[in-house]
Each structure stands twice: as C-alpha cells, then as structure tokens.
C-alpha cells in the first residue's frame, strides 16, 4: 500500500482511473456470466473479487490519492465491487439451483424397485448358547433329552 | 423352592413347569440303563422382570444314573462343560446346597474368568462380574436321592447317579457380558448381530 499523498498533487494512478474501473467491472461481470458451474463460479468470486482481484488492489491505492481524489474514487470502485458482489450472489444462486435440480434427476432411486437383499435370517443367541451346551454334553456322550412344558403340580 | 405359575382352571394340578427336572424322570422311566441325558428346555417362573430374572427362561439339566458313579463323576462332568464354554484353565468348586431330589447336594461355582480371582487380593482392581469375589456360583448338582431311583424302578444297590442344572441366559450372560437378561428377548437384532447373526 502506498503512504498517504499529502506532499505533492496530483497524482496520476492509473488503477483507479474510471476506464480501469470500468474494465475491471466489466471482465468481472463477464466472468460470472460465464461460469457455468458452482467450481467455475468460484474461481471469478477468487479473480475478481479475492484479495488479489484488481479492484481489490485498486482501493488500496486511494490513499495515494489527493484528499479531494479520494471520495469519488471510493465511491466509483466502491459501487463496482457492490455490483460484482451482488452478481456473484446472483449467479451462486442460480447455479445452485440448477444444480439441486439436476441432482434430483441423476440421484434419482427408485425406492419401489424390489428389494434385493432379503435377510436370511437367524437362530436366536440363546439357541445358539442352548446348543452349545449340549453339543458339549453330547459329545461326552449324553442323549438329549425333551418333555412337556405343562406338567402335575406334584 | 418356586413362584409356580398355575394352569386354570385352579385346582387343575398342572402347572407350568418351573424347572426341566420332570425330564429327567420321564427319561428315567423310558429310557434303560445306564442313562446320560442332558434336557435343555424352556422353564416358568412367577418372578418380577429385572436385569437378572424373567418369568420365562432356559435350563439346561443333565442326569447321569450308571453303576458307580460318584461325586468324582459329578466334578469331571461339570468341568468339562466350564472348560468348553469359558476356556480351560478355570478351576470349579463345590459347597452344600439343597435341592429336594439330590443328596448331597452341592452349588458349582467357578473362578471369575475376566479377573481369574485376582480382584480378591488387596489393592487389587474391583471385578465386576464376581464382585470381586473371585468365584461366581453357575449351577446346582447333587447326587441323585436313592429314594428317587427306587421311585423310578431302579435298585439304588447297584446304581447310583448324579444330576446338574444351570441357567441358560445367565451362561451366556457370564461369557458374553450381557449386563441385562432382557436384552435376549427385547427382539432387536442389534443384539442377535454381536452373536454373529447375519440379519
């Protein structure tokens, strides 16, 4: 950033002279006009009105200015980056509608298509542990043995 | 020894049965000699549902009626089934207990298999699975009462015999470290998924 101009007048900077402004409002709002996607949207928003974007860098020059520059060239550049500002919201919403919509069409499933896993199935884990149990008596070489499950009170 | 759940209408004699024992006398009384048989089966109880009770449930009872057997038998039999279910090396013990139908009758606890009864020790970590006792109580068994056998036709002379019974859930509770018995019949297959079932 250059120092405050107070010494000398005037002082030509051409960054912020009113067709530098008006170019780069211009190349800013053909930009966005030209980003077709939300990654290439982002990339203007990065260009045109980042911290490197030249109206960016231009403000930082109004200091150089003579006091009496300053006002109007604030309000000039000022009023540029309000317009790029407001068609990159333009623009972002657009985009991200477009791209809800076509979201919608290529996530679409078909949740009445017929399902395709059927769960098989399984034995309880207190069959399981039933079991095993007697898989371990068997094996010691008992029967296994069932009856009722109502039986005499005596 | 139950809260028995009754049949209706009263006075009908049937009940629920509230542990597999009649098994064992059925299969004494059809099966022949020598008899090894194990009944697991649902039982009934007249209990309130808590964390460690359900009015409904497994056991698993095993009865054994040869010549000669003795509590020696008893010990081998129920440490093979402690070794198979929780890993070898736990060791199992016996203290008097009473059931109606054996004599002696004696409760199987087992050593704690997550502190192995280190938490007994002093300063040791507190257990909670044997509350720090070292030993956790998984079974009754006993020696089959004489009088039984002669019940049943069998010459208590020549035969001897032993019989045990534990608690489904509560075994599977024990190696799986289920805290809470409703777990097994809530219906969530979530649970049934830690058991390795594919749902």
């Known amino acids: ?154 | 020894m139950q809260d028995t759940l009754f049949v209706a209408p009263a006075g009908s004699g049937m009940v629920l049965r509230t542990h597999t024992s009649p098994v064992q006398i059925r299969s004494l009384l059809t099966r022949p000699l020598p008899l090894y048989v194990v009944s697991p089966g649902r039982v009934y109880r007249n209990e309130a549902v808590d964390a460690t009770h359900l009015p409904v449930f497994y056991q698993i009872e095993g009865l054994a009626v040869d010549e000669g057997l003795t509590m020696a038998d008893m010990r081998g039999a129920i440490q093979a089934f402690v070794d198979a279910l929780f890993g070898a090396g736990l060791r199992t013990r016996l203290r008097p207990d009473y059931f109606p139908f054996t004599e002696p009758s004696g409760d199987v606890s087992m050593e704690c298999h997550v502190c192995r009864g280190e938490s007994v020790k002093p300063g040791a970590d507190p257990c909670r699975v044997c509350r720090s006792q070292g030993w956790i109580e998984i079974a009754g068994c006993g020696m089959v009462n004489p009088r039984v056998l002669v019940a049943c036709g069998i010459d208590p002379d020549r035969y001897s015999g032993f019989a045990f019974g534990l608690g489904i859930e509560r075994a599977l509770m024990l190696a799986h470290g289920v805290s809470d018995i409703r777990d097994t019949v809530d219906g969530d297959v979530r649970f049934s998924r830690a058991f390795g079932a594919e749902i």
């Open chain 1, 1 to 154: 950033m250059s120092a405050p101009n107070k010494s000398y007048d005037p002082v030509a900077v051409t960054a912020l002279s009113a067709e530098q402004v008006d170019r780069a409002l211009d190349a800013a709002l053909t930009a966005i006009t030209a980003a077709t996607t939300l990654d290439e949207l982002k990339e203007a928003r990065l260009a045109h009105s980042g911290d490197r974007a030249p109206l960016t860098l231009a403000s930082a020059e109004i200091g150089a200015l003579p006091p009496e520059a300053r006002a109007d060239a604030g309000r000039r550049t000022g009023a540029a980056k309000a317009r790029i500002k407001e068609a990159l919201a333009r623009r972002q919403e657009d985009l991200e509608k477009e791209r809800d919509e076509s979201v919608l069409v290529t996530e679409k499933v078909d949740v009445t298509l017929p399902f395709d896993r059927t769960p098989e199935g399984a034995r309880h884990p207190v069959t399981m542990t039933v079991d095993r149990l007697a898989d371990v008596f068997v094996a010691m070489g008992y029967e296994v043995a069932d009856g009722p499950e109502v039986e005499a009170e005596w």
